[in-house]
């Protein structure tokens, strides 16, 4: 079998690491290309195949099956160039871990919007697929246009309020792969290291630290998902190794070698009871990658 040009490829590999739940099983195929064109060349190998594909970058919003994913993974962690163009904008790849863009672009800059990043995990380009932030803003407000590669080839998208809502968009769908995104940022009259700290300490004075993902559930119009949470009792409970975090009823966690059966199990007992108490449908923020009832784990 010829295999695509690549820095790096291992077969039968095992994804759990690689997620900050700790979780999952093996991927038939899994990918670091380091260049764009490495990126085509893996893409078109995978497509050629008909492969399932499964992007990912530092999988903090993943919760994988334990029996694993039987495709293949490609990380875009090794595309983290960074290209300055003009005083404000920059060029980024989409492994760049969100945090060193505010520490080592946004904080030096002393460029306004901090308050919307800090403390979110993960890499731009799932920050972009998800649309991250809080309620300060998204990262989609500081994009001006997306590089992305489809089944048909790579474009350029201008990204539009229209084409991005609360934790989620509509321009990077399907198969496609975020490459690189052109970020705009504008100077602030504030001092935005002291309110970078400012939101580093509250994240620690309200969220629990640990294996997990972060918010398990969106919040629904005009609510919280965590305190929905916490006004049916369930604070505290716990399926095998995951427990709902006494500290923010939002967030699950891998307290004990956690199952992805034991996550799963606690996401739909949450669903389940908030919809008998309040008749709301909760939607979950994590991306659960999930085999079929009757599929068998990946073999080599």
């Given at each position: 079998m010829t295999l695509p040009s690549c820095s790096t490829l291992q077969e039968m590999y095992?994804?759990?690491p690689h997620t900050l739940y700790r979780i999952g099983g093996p991927a038939r195929w899994a990918f670091w290309p380091a260049t764009l064109?490495?990126?085509q060349d893996t893409?078109?190998?995978?497509?050629e195949r008909e492969l399932?594909?499964?992007?990912m970058g530092a999988g903090s919003n993943l919760l994988i099956d334990d029996r694993g994913f039987d495709g293949a993974v490609l990380f875009t962690t090794a595309l983290q160039h960074q290209i300055q163009c003009g005083t404000h904008r920059y060029r980024l790849g989409a492994g760049l871990p969100l945090a060193d863009i505010v520490r080592n672009i946004m904080l030096p800059g002393n460029f306004a919007g901090t308050g919307a990043?800090?403390?979110?995990?993960?890499?731009?380009?799932?920050?972009?697929f998800m649309n991250a932030g809080t309620v300060n803003g998204t990262i989609c407000q500081f994009t001006e246009e997306v590089t992305i590669l489809y089944p048909e080839g790579m474009r350029q998208v201008a990204i539009t309020p229209d084409r991005y809502s609360y934790r989620g968009q509509s321009f990077c769908t399907g198969d496609a792969v975020?490459?690189?995104a052109l970020l705009a940022f504008s100077p602030s009259d504030k001092e935005e290291k002291d309110i970078y700290q400012h939101y580093i300490q509250r994240r620690l004075d309200t969220q629990p630290q640990g294996r997990c993902c972060g918010s398990v559930f969106k919040n629904p119009p005009n609510d919280h998902a965590g305190r929905l949470i916490e006004s049916c009792g369930l604070k505290g409970t716990r399926r095998g190794g995951a427990i709902i975090s006494p500290k923010h009823a939002n967030f699950i966690m891998n307290e004990d070698n956690a199952t992805f059966d034991d996550v799963?199990?606690?996401?739909?007992?949450?669903?389940?009871r908030v919809w008998d108490c309040h008749h709301i449908a909760l939607k979950e923020?994590?991306?659960?990658?999930?085999?079929s009832p009757d599929a068998a784990a990946p073999s080599a």
């Open positions: 095992t994804l759990a064109s490495e990126v893409y078109a190998w995978i497509k399932p594909l499964l992007v990043l800090t403390g979110i995990p993960g890499t731009l380009g799932g920050a972009l975020i490459l690189e799963y199990g606690l996401i739909q007992e949450v669903k389940q923020e994590v991306r659960i990658i999930r085999q």
